[in-house]
């Protein structure tokens, strides 16, 4: 225990995380009103907050975007990176968490958030990054301490170690007590709370708390087990250097209490983090960071503002960074930084330069993506972070509603796949549709809010076209015939073609068994064009699949024939023959995998049956304790709005990825309803 693990480590970055609505912008607004950043608390209903300052999360009273923060606590800078809870915006959460010392993640007594706690616990643990557990709202628990503890505990891999316990006046929580310093404190509304003598019931509460505690400390500190087995008491600092090592190696997750709305349980909070949290030395041995004299920062966000252009959200890892320094990407760009910026919700302070451990917005580095390393350094850095998106589960097709603003959308819609990765723009090459793809039906409705107002191109949107095909079922054998003759040269293609069904899945398939060289060898190239054409559109309004055509006897003319004439007989003996070759409808199958909290298995598995799904199995998640991993056979066109369903279904928590698996026939009404609505929208 010799080294002061406790010591002040520099600037420091903490991520605030949790469930959707646990109150994680209302802390920070606590953290900067009780530390001096701000004169007073703001609200997120009145929209008054530091955090949600964007009009869309204004409008929608919820966190949509990484908000960052920066205070100063006791001479310590210390730079909070609000993140949204909603796993729909989940991914800023995901790219900042590299570059934190810490996280405090913040969560309330709900059993029904639960799953959420456990995604966000599960990616802390996975990165092994320091986290305290903040116990927000403590002044609404209607349960005992130990019995929010054991119900939070599945939630998490390692003990969660109770820090604090609260001071019950009735049904009523009016404080806490401190069990490292051994201290009572009684809250006072928006103001430091009150030490008081701990005795009686509280006194005995205490004992038997910290106790506890140490028990758990001790399964990693022999020296204190041994104290412990003989009924001494551990000297105070022994105590608070095991609570910042075990935190720090992630043996334990310390639990704190309080009400963020009142500003209670916030500086005991900040103590917790100044004593106990790693610095960048230590974040930059965890990413691996290589030891440099030169400046190297991780870009965590990216944000395009209406005036200030492009920023690049940075933690600085390691060296002095000054305005005006040309920096390397790890993804191979370079650009000059036009100004750093100090990140105070609004990034409009200037500095000067920056050091190891600040967090800061570097302006107009175009070549620099999120994910990026950035150096200072004549070489490239290498890349120590990679962040790959979740699966994308629900699309839409967004056109300008003004045609001349179609180069305005392609550009805004590349900005706003800078600024979220997570958000995926895919060109239908059939139906040239722009089809946007995002995380769920609020992250598409933001990001269309997004190019309305700050990119200035209004959309119109409509569910993405449904991958339909179809194919034939009776062979025959038909002629296609092109002659026109208008003055001159006229046209004159003649040919006959046997058109048979393939297996499915073949696609399509063309040969010539012509002789006697009743159609020109020059010209059968031109045929097989024209019976291309022909497969792009069938009888019912479709692409054509799963066919083989071949071409086997035809006839020419010496000067009227031409490769436009037998491309065009071949497309009309196609058109002609089809309808004759018993066409049906053909719908895209995907095997479908649910990962979804195992009460809400029963429901998953009616919701998949409702949709036409069809069951495969089940099992329990890999590796997850209370998960379930559901497998099923899906049309695609019943996949559209599952994610909605789905989230309804586990208190947002569940997801799912799908696969292409094949083609299948559809028939009866289904079909002959889908060739009508098809036809009604061409």
Not at 99 to 120: F, G, R
Not at 189 to 200: D, F, R
Not at 574 to 591: A, D, K, S
Request: net charge negative; with cysteine; hydrophobic share 40%.
């Amino acid at each position: 225990m010799g080294q002061d693990v406790r010591s002040p480590r520099g600037p420091r970055c903490i991520a605030l995380v949790g469930p959707f609505q646990s109150g994680k912008t209302t802390l920070l607004e606590a953290i900067l009103a009780r530390t001096g950043a701000i004169p007073r608390a703001g609200s997120v209903d009145a929209g008054t907050s530091v955090g949600d300052a964007s009009p869309e999360a204004r409008h929608h009273k919820m966190t949509v975007g990484l908000t960052a923060a920066t205070t100063s606590f006791m001479g310590d800078s210390y730079t909070f990176l609000d993140c949204p809870g909603s796993v729909e915006f989940a991914h800023d959460m995901r790219a900042a968490l590299p570059a934190v010392d810490a996280a405090i993640v913040v969560c309330e007594a709900d059993e029904k958030k639960l799953p959420q706690l456990q995604i966000i616990l599960r990616e802390l643990e996975e990165l092994k990054i320091p986290r305290f557990l903040f116990l927000n709202k403590i002044d609404r628990a209607n349960q005992r301490i130990r019995e929010t503890l054991a119900m939070l505990q599945p939630a998490s891999r390692v003990p969660l170690v109770l820090r604090q316990i609260p001071i019950w006046k009735g049904e009523l929580i009016e404080g806490f007590v401190d069990l490292a310093l051994e201290r009572a404190f009684i809250y006072r509304e928006h103001k430091a709370s009150e030490v008081i003598a701990l005795e009686g019931g509280d006194l005995d509460r205490e004992k038997e708390a910290r106790f506890s505690m140490l028990e758990k400390l001790a399964d990693h500190d022999d020296a204190l087990m041994e104290q412990l087995l003989e009924d001494i008491q551990p000297p105070r600092d022994a105590v608070f250097d095991d609570l910042a090592r075990e935190l720090r190696e992630g043996l334990i997750c310390p639990v704190l209490i309080g009400a963020a709305a009142r500003e209670n349980g916030v500086l005991r909070l900040m103590k917790a983090l100044r004593h106990e949290a790693p610095g960048i030395a230590e974040t930059a041995k965890r990413l691996g960071a290589p030891e440099s004299k030169d400046a190297l920062g991780y870009v965590f966000k990216t944000l395009h503002s209406q005036h200030g252009g492009k920023l690049s959200l940075t933690r600085l890892v390691a060296g002095h960074l000054d305005d005006g320094a040309t920096l390397q990407s790890s993804s191979g760009g370079a650009g000059r930084i036009s100004g750093i910026l100090a990140v105070n919700g609004a990034y409009d302070t200037k500095r000067a330069s920056a050091e190891a451990g600040d967090t800061v917005a570097l302006a107009k580095l175009d070549p620099v993506k999120t994910g990026d390393m950035v150096s200072s350094g004549k070489t490239q850095p290498a890349a120590l972070v990679a962040v790959e998106p979740t699966s994308a589960v629900l699309a839409i097709s967004v056109a300008a509603t003004d045609r001349k603003d179609d180069v305005k959308l392609g550009q805004a819609l590349t900005r706003l796949h800078e600024e979220d990765p997570s958000l995926l723009i895919v060109q239908n090459p059939k139906t040239h549709d722009t089809v946007l793809w995002g995380q769920g039906e609020m992250h598409l409705r933001v990001a269309s809010e997004r190019l309305r107002d700050r990119f200035g191109v209004k959309v119109t949107s409509h569910p993405p076209a449904i991958g339909y095909q179809e194919t034939i079922r009776k062979p025959i054998t038909q002629r296609g015939r092109h002659k026109k003759q208008s003055g001159g040269h006229g046209q004159f293609g003649d040919v006959v073609l046997d058109i048979k069904p393939l297996p499915r899945g073949d696609g399509f398939k063309f040969a010539e068994k012509v002789v006697g060289g009743a159609v020109p060898r020059n010209y059968i190239p031109a045929v097989e064009e024209g019976v291309v054409d022909g497969l792009t559109r069938g009888p019912l309004g479709f692409p054509v699949t799963d066919v083989q055509v071949t071409l086997t006897d035809g006839s020419y003319h010496s000067v009227d024939s031409s490769d436009l004439a037998f491309r065009t007989a071949a497309r009309v003996g196609l058109n002609e023959g089809l309808p004759q070759c018993q066409p049906v409808l053909l719908e895209p199958i995907h095997v479908v995998e649910i990962v979804c909290p195992t009460d809400a298995t029963a429901k998953i598995n009616a919701i998949l049956s409702a949709r036409r799904g069809q069951i495969l199995g089940f099992d329990t998640r890999d590796g997850w304790s209370g998960w379930d991993c559901v497998r099923a056979m899906m049309p695609e066109a019943e996949i559209g709005e599952l994610i909605v369903e789905l989230r309804s279904a586990t208190a947002g928590a569940g997801s799912f990825t799908r696969t292409f698996d094949h083609m299948a026939e559809v028939t009866g009404r289904a079909a002959d309803q889908i060739i009508a609505a098809h036809q009604h929208a061409a």
